[in-house]
């Protein structure tokens, strides 16, 4: 399921002129490119020349992008969703080379703390001193992942990020990875460096960050306890963004729409997210059991006590 919300850039655009690539493997066999300059122009953020951070929603068209201001870096990009799901996959395609360096981040508390989730760069060591660059071997470890050389400094470049993959080697069950590893209330992607563009006889060095898309895929958050997401209560059919549904169609008595607590009345065990070979199903207290309904006489007049009920409603944020 594709997750998208609205992603915001924390460092704004200005009017100037971009040099842009142009595919030409149409017209051979080869996958050629040549330079193409075009005015960026964001003041009119609907305008076609704006090539602001909304064009990097799935639903924006082929022919649009987002891109920075020339020679400016780091740019972060950031994508809130204010309810908490489940990442499978990630994946940024760069229009044109893509950074020599970035870092991905997540955040459990909706951007109120940020944690690293992997490291990126041509050159590990310089680009991020300090940080592991060999496979992480426990789920404490963050490490950087070495990208590969350019093969054609102006092919258009791919990055994809699952945030179990790094942690193949980790001796850990795939249950306690997605729930230490997966879960996350919005996204954070720093491009730190540049990439390398060879400069052309004749023309001024343009460097700047350019994304056609950013597709954040997942599910979500249950904790083991749903295996499916309630269906939307509405579409908004104007809209350009796809929303996924963060409540959960709990089963095994845990309530919450991410499932994280146990139903009323299931409270005789203390709530667990579930394993492999344990649902972790929450029990039913009897001790304390109670009916909906009790009925109490007193001077020949009876009370009706109702338990108090709770309606949950979910409101999406686009």
Same mark, same amino acid.
């Given at each position: &399921?594709?997750?998208?919300?609205?992603?915001?850039?924390?460092?704004?655009?200005?009017?100037?002129?971009?040099?842009?690539?142009?595919?030409?493997?149409?017209?051979?066999? #080869?996958?050629?490119?040549? &330079?193409?300059?075009?005015?960026? @122009?964001?003041?009119?953020?609907?305008?076609?020349?704006?090539?602001?951070?909304? =064009?990097?929603?799935?639903?924006?068209?082929?022919?649009? *992008? *987002?891109?920075?201001?020339?020679?400016?870096?780091?740019?972060?990009?950031?994508?809130?969703?204010?309810?908490?799901?489940? #990442?499978?996959? #990630?994946?940024?395609?760069?229009?044109?080379?893509?950074?020599?360096?970035?870092?991905? !981040?997540?955040? #459990? @508390?909706?951007?109120?703390? *940020?944690?690293?989730?992997?490291?990126?760069?041509?050159?590990? !060591? !310089?680009?991020?001193?300090?940080?592991?660059?060999?496979?992480?071997?426990?789920?404490?470890?963050?490490?950087?992942?070495?990208?590969?050389?350019?093969?054609?400094?102006?092919?258009?470049?791919?990055? !994809?990020?699952?945030?179990?993959?790094?942690?193949?080697?980790?001796?850990?069950?795939?249950?306690?990875?997605?729930?230490?590893?997966?879960? %996350?209330?919005?996204?954070?992607?720093?491009?730190? =460096?540049?990439?390398?563009?060879?400069?052309?006889?004749?023309?001024?060095?343009?460097?700047?960050?350019?994304?056609?898309?950013?597709?954040?895929?997942?599910?979500?958050?249950?904790?083991?306890?749903?295996?499916?997401?309630?269906?939307?209560?509405?579409?908004?059919?104007?809209?350009?963004?796809?929303?996924?549904?963060?409540?959960?169609?709990?089963?095994?008595?845990?309530?919450?729409?991410?499932? =994280?607590?146990?139903? @009323?009345?299931?409270?005789?065990?203390? *709530?667990?997210?579930?394993?492999? =070979?344990?649902?972790?199903?929450?029990?039913?207290?009897?001790?304390? &059991?109670?009916?909906?309904?009790?009925?109490?006489?007193?001077?020949?007049?009876?009370?009706?006590? %109702?338990?108090?009920?709770?309606?949950?409603?979910?409101?999406?944020?686009?």
């Amino acid at each position: &399921m594709l997750l998208s919300s609205l992603p915001r850039p924390l460092a704004h655009q200005r009017f100037g002129y971009c040099s842009s690539l142009i595919s030409l493997r149409g017209r051979s066999s #080869l996958n050629t490119w040549r &330079m193409k300059c075009c005015p960026c @122009d964001s003041r009119n953020p609907n305008g076609q020349l704006a090539h602001t951070v909304q =064009e990097i929603l799935t639903t924006s068209g082929p022919d649009r *992008w *987002w891109q920075s201001s020339k020679g400016v870096n780091p740019v972060t990009l950031q994508l809130d969703l204010n309810n908490l799901f489940q #990442l499978d996959n #990630l994946v940024l395609s760069f229009k044109g080379p893509r950074p020599s360096s970035l870092v991905i !981040e997540r955040t #459990l @508390d909706n951007g109120q703390t *940020w944690q690293p989730a992997l490291y990126l760069a041509k050159n590990c !060591e !310089e680009a991020f001193p300090g940080v592991q660059t060999t496979t992480p071997l426990s789920l404490e470890q963050v490490y950087c992942h070495t990208l590969h050389p350019y093969e054609n400094p102006y092919q258009e470049e791919t990055i !994809e990020f699952s945030p179990l993959r790094q942690y193949t080697f980790a001796p850990a069950s795939n249950s306690q990875k997605i729930e230490d590893k997966s879960g %996350f209330t919005g996204l954070r992607i720093t491009l730190t =460096e540049l990439g390398d563009v060879p400069h052309l006889p004749g023309r001024s060095l343009s460097k700047f960050f350019a994304l056609k898309e950013m597709r954040v895929m997942g599910t979500c958050m249950c904790h083991g306890h749903a295996d499916r997401c309630l269906p939307e209560e509405y579409s908004n059919l104007n809209s350009n963004i796809i929303q996924v549904n963060p409540v959960c169609d709990c089963k095994h008595n845990t309530a919450g729409i991410n499932c =994280e607590r146990c139903a @009323d009345f299931y409270n005789d065990l203390p *709530w667990r997210s579930a394993e492999e =070979e344990n649902t972790h199903t929450c029990k039913r207290n009897v001790t304390s &059991m109670s009916l909906n309904i009790y009925t109490i006489s007193q001077n020949n007049f009876t009370k009706f006590l %109702f338990t108090s009920v709770r309606v949950v409603t979910n409101k999406l944020h686009s």
